[in-house]
């Protein structure tokens, strides 16, 4: 039973233009989501994170958007670069911790220069 | 500041072989997690420390893994003994928030890729 689902395994996406990869959940009781970014034989590292009691949360190039009604967020890389081009993996939690996280199965982003 | 880090990199052994995994949080993190992550999956929690007490290990298969964080400060991860389904990359984590702490996020180690032939 997959909580936390990333339904597209990968994406590409050109240099410049926006990159939009989407995670879904089904348990209600999640209140705190983050995303993490993972390169080829690196471990994931902490990209941004959102809680419940926000619909938007920005920082820089990256915006995560949470939609309770639908248990869902999407993240947005605007603009995309060559650099961006990893394995992205949400990740959700309750009571606004991070000390049991759920994460879906990552989305591999390429972006084409 | 140093990162998380984990030693070996990289581990093949043959199944029924013992193995572990050795991991040195950052420097002042009370907070320790042990992942497991499968082919083609997210990283899945196998146990995490406060200090040197596991709170939380029930996702830990205790029928062959056991872990320990003496002095809290470092730990280790041991398989014993292997089979072929614990072919996988074992990550440690570590936070600096205390327990209760709103909007922590945890550091990762790069992990140990485990391969069991």
């Known amino acids: 039973d997959q909580q936390v689902k990333q339904n597209s395994p990968s994406l590409s996406v050109q240099e410049g233009r926006i990159s939009i990869l989407n995670c879904d959940y089904t348990?209600?009781?999640?209140?705190?989501f983050l995303w993490y970014k993972k390169y080829p034989a690196e471990g994931p590292t902490f990209l941004i994170s959102?809680?419940?009691?926000?619909d938007k949360n920005e920082d820089g190039r990256f915006t995560v958007f949470l939609n309770k009604s639908a248990k869902h967020l999407s993240l947005h890389i605007v603009p995309s670069q060559p650099g961006d081009s990893a394995v992205y993996f949400c990740?959700?939690?309750?009571?606004?911790?991070?000390?049991?996280?759920?994460f879906g199965s990552g989305t591999q982003l390429t972006v084409l220069p | 500041e140093a990162g998380v880090v984990q030693s070996p990199r990289y581990k093949i052994i043959e199944k029924k072989q013992p193995v572990a995994f050795w991991c040195n949080p950052i420097?002042?993190?009370?907070?320790l997690y042990w992942y497991r992550q499968n082919l083609g999956q997210g990283p899945e929690l196998l146990i995490r420390y406060e200090n040197e007490e596991a709170v939380d290990d029930s996702q830990l298969p205790k029928d062959r893994f056991s872990a320990e964080r003496l002095k809290g400060v470092d730990s280790t991860l041991k398989i014993q003994p292997a089979e072929l389904g614990d072919s996988a990359v074992y990550l440690c984590a570590s936070s600096p928030y205390p327990p209760g702490g709103f909007d922590e996020k945890l550091f990762f180690g790069s992990g140990t890729q485990l391969s069991v032939l």
């Open positions: 990740a959700a939690s309750v009571k606004r911790s991070a000390r049991q996280l759920t």
């Open positions: 420097s002042g993190h009370n907070t």
């Open positions: 959102i809680s419940s009691i926000k």
């Open positions: 348990n209600s009781m999640f209140d705190y």
